[in-house]
Antibody
Framework: QVTLKESGPGILQPSQTLSLTCSFS??????????VGWIRQPSGKGLEWLLH???????YYNPALKSRLTISKDTYNNQVFLKIANVDTADTATYYC??????????????WGQGTSVTVSS | DIQMTQSPASLSVSVGETVTITCRAS??????LAWYQQKQGKSPQLLVY???NLADGVPSRFSGSGSGTQYSLKINSLQSEDFGSYYC?????????FGGGTKLEIK
């Protein structure tokens, strides 16, 4: 059974660094063709893909945010970490992590976490 | 960046009706497209991947079609549990952008 769960600070102040953790089970990031991505959704709005990391440690970033994003993984403990530097109110959103599977060059985000709400406020 | 234009933005339909949601990509995405359903307050769930393949456990009343730049999600005989928001997402090179979403409401 595949599960993912996001955790984070809930609230932080502008200019701080947001640190989120995705803890997962039921799959391994040491398995080829697996990955974990981060997606966010401001309240009442659409989905925005942020970045993802693959089993071979390849990393892909949304260029609109790339300078502020960092992703890493702890394969042994089944965790993926996201950092967003210098946050402002526009980063207020629900943040999801999702498993990525790839087969014959075709991708899907087939399992999602429940999401964690992040509010940036002074 | 590839832009995904999804339509309609909202739709009011009755149980039992058939609906079609479309996504148009700004360039050829070679069937690298997924559809998701999101219910209020919940995380998105994968419905279709690679444009036409139903995800595990997805009812057969859902179907995906399309190629090139034009893709569709069809829902036959709408059930009450199908109401919510739907999103397309392409996977042809990063950034992996989503469509703006379609909100499906009960008439």
């Amino acid at each position: 059974q595949v599960t993912l769960k996001e955790s984070g600070p809930g609230i932080l102040q502008p200019s701080q660094t947001l640190s989120l953790t995705c803890s997962f089970s039921g799959f391994s990031l040491s398995t080829s063709n697996m990955g974990v991505g981060w997606i966010r959704q401001p309240s009442g709005k659409g989905l925005e893909w942020l970045l993802h990391i693959l089993w071979n440690d390849s990393k892909y970033y949304n260029p609109a945010l790339k300078s502020r994003l960092t992703i890493s993984k702890d394969t042994y403990n089944n965790q993926v970490f996201l950092k967003i530097a210098n946050v402002d109110t526009a980063d207020t959103a629900t943040y999801y992590c999702a498993r990525i599977t790839e087969g014959r060059g075709l991708y899907a985000m087939d399992y999602w976490g429940q999401g964690t709400s992040v509010t940036v406020s002074s | 960046d590839i832009q995904m234009t999804q339509s309609p933005a909202s739709l009011s339909v009755s149980v039992g009706e058939t609906v079609t949601i479309t996504c148009r990509a700004s360039e050829n995405i070679y069937s690298n497209l997924a559809w998701y359903q999101q219910k209020q307050g919940k995380s998105p769930q994968l419905l279709v991947y690679a444009a036409t393949n139903l995800a595990d456990g997805v009812p057969s009343r859902f179907s995906g079609s399309g190629s090139g730049t034009q893709y569709s999600l069809k829902i036959n005989s709408l059930q009450s549990e199908d109401f919510g928001s739907y999103y397309c997402q392409h996977f042809w090179g990063t950034p992996w952008t989503f469509g703006g979403g379609t909100k499906l409401e009960i008439k």
